[in-house]
Every structure is written in structure tokens, then in C-alpha cells.
């Protein structure tokens, strides 16, 4: 059981939201079937966040190393980034969502990164759930695109090497405005992280679930929440 003065509900929930392609295949149909159903799921966690007192979330949406799939479902995943992002931008401001994109904007198409700076401009003032979308994002791409910005500081005398500490990195990161996660959830079995928030989740705990993305429901996810409840995290110290 968790000590009394751990909170029993993770602030910041990140997900690797993984097999939307077996999904499909089980049911004979295109990868891209499999895509739009998880982009179904999304809203649903989403929306689930708020009752169950989670304040963050982010998930990952397409990463640096996504790029080598085949050319039709590269363009299939960023039509659907597109469309959803058009669809849906009115309505999670509506509920109060504050959407923010983490990745390396440069290599998307300009009509993707103007929705993408859209809705982070329309949200900017709300007050609710913090989701960020991890769209072209690569944890070692990251720190080498935040090594590039610390460096440059280094180099024009706004930072002394002598004051670099483990708090100075974090700052130059995408994820600067985030708390470090408390858990990181995958799902479709593979227990690995796949250059995910490396740097973040230090002392995130971890979930890898069998549930393939699209079938990864509500109710899952109040459970797996439970779960966190009951860990006892030490941060590396000993507790009495
Ligand atoms: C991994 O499953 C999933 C992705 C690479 C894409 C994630 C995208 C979505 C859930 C779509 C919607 C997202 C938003 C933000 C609208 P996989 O294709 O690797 O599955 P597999 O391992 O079974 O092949």
C-alpha cells in the first residue's frame, strides 16, 4: 500500500499508444483503420482525465523514428493528424483542454505545423486537462536539439559551464513547461520505451499493458490508475 502522504492519483499520465496495426490486422483491414480507431480512443482518455483527477497527459503520436513506414502510411498518419486537429480543435476548447505539440515541428508540412500552432494559440488560456501531443518526437533527438540551444547560451556568456546542474537541461527541452511524469503507461505488450521522454521519466513508474491501443478503454484506464495508487515510490531513498 502507498504511504499516506503519496498522492494516489499520477499528475502526469504519458502514454505510448501502441498497436493500432495488429488491431487492424486481427480484423483484416489497413493499417490506417487501425489509426483512426486509436485517434477515437484518444478523445475518450482524454476526456477521462479530468474525473479521475489526472492533470497532465501526453501521448505519443508519431516519432522521429516513424518516418521509415511506408510512404502511404506516413501520409496517412498526417492527413488523420490533419483532420483530427481541424475536427476536434473547437471542441477541446470547449472542454477546457490545453493542447500544446513537443517534437521537432521543422520536417512536418507547413499546413500541419499552422494547425498545430493554431490550437496550441487557441487553448493557450484554458485551464484543464494539459494534453501535449508528441508529434514528431524523439527523446535523443530532443536533448540533441536542446544540447544545440545550451551550447549556444554557453557560447554567447548567458550560461556559465560552472552553473550547469541537472536543473539547467530540463529548461531546454520541449517538455520544459511539464512535470516529470508519474507514469508511463504502453500498451500492446512490448515492454520497451522507444525514445520516449527518457530524460522525464528518471522516476516515472511504469505500466506495459497486452491491450492494443484501440481497444484500451476508459474503464482500463481507471484501473491502471488504481494500480499506481498502490506503489510505494522512494525516489531512490529509503523510507522508515
Ligand atoms: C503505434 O501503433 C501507433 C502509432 C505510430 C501512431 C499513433 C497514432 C494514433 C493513436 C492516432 C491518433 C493520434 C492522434 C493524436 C490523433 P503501431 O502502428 O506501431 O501498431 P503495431 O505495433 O500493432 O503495428
Not at 527518457?198 to 484501440?214: G, K, N
Request: hydrophobic share 40%; charged share 30%.
Amino acid at each position: 500500500m502507498a504511504p499516506k502522504d503519496q498522492p494516489s492519483t499520477p499528475r502526469h499520465v504519458a502514454i505510448i499508444m501502441d498497436g493500432n496495426g495488429r488491431w487492424a490486422k486481427l480484423r483484416g483491414r489497413p493499417r490506417l483503420v487501425g489509426h483512426h480507431a486509436g485517434a477515437r480512443r484518444v478523445e475518450e482518455i482524454v476526456e477521462a482525465c479530468t474525473p479521475l483527477g489526472v492533470k497532465y497527459l501526453t501521448i505519443f503520436a508519431f516519432s522521429t523514428e516513424n518516418w521509415k513506414r511506408t510512404q502511404t502510411e506516413v501520409a496517412g498518419l498526417m492527413r488523420l493528424f490533419k483532420r483530427f486537429i481541424s475536427a476536434k480543435a473547437q471542441e477541446l476548447h470547449l472542454k477546457n483542454v490545453r493542447v500544446r505539440f513537443i517534437g521537432d515541428r521543422v520536417r512536418l508540412e507547413p499546413r500541419l505545423q499552422d494547425l498545430m500552432d493554431n490550437l496550441e494559440l487557441l487553448t493557450a488560456e484554458n485551464t484543464g486537462v494539459n494534453l501535449t501531443i508528441a508529434l514528431n518526437y524523439g527523446s535523443r533527438d530532443e536533448v540533441a536539439r536542446a544540447t544545440k540551444r545550451l551550447a549556444q547560451d554557453v557560447a554567447t556568456g548567458k550560461l556559465r559551464p560552472a552553473d550547469i546542474d541537472d536543473e539547467t537541461l530540463p529548461r531546454y527541452l520541449d517538455t520544459c513547461y511539464l512535470p516529470d511524469p508519474d507514469l508511463v503507461i504502453r500498451t500492446s505488450g512490448e515492454a520497451r520505451i522507444s525514445n520516449f521522454l527518457l530524460w522525464q521519466s528518471a522516476y516515472a513508474e511504469y505500466e506495459f499493458i497486452d491491450t492494443l491501443w484501440p481497444d484500451f478503454t476508459e474503464e482500463e484506464f481507471r484501473k491502471v490508475l488504481s494500480r499506481f495508487g498502490q506503489r510505494d515510490r522512494r525516489f531512490g531513498a529509503v523510507k522508515a
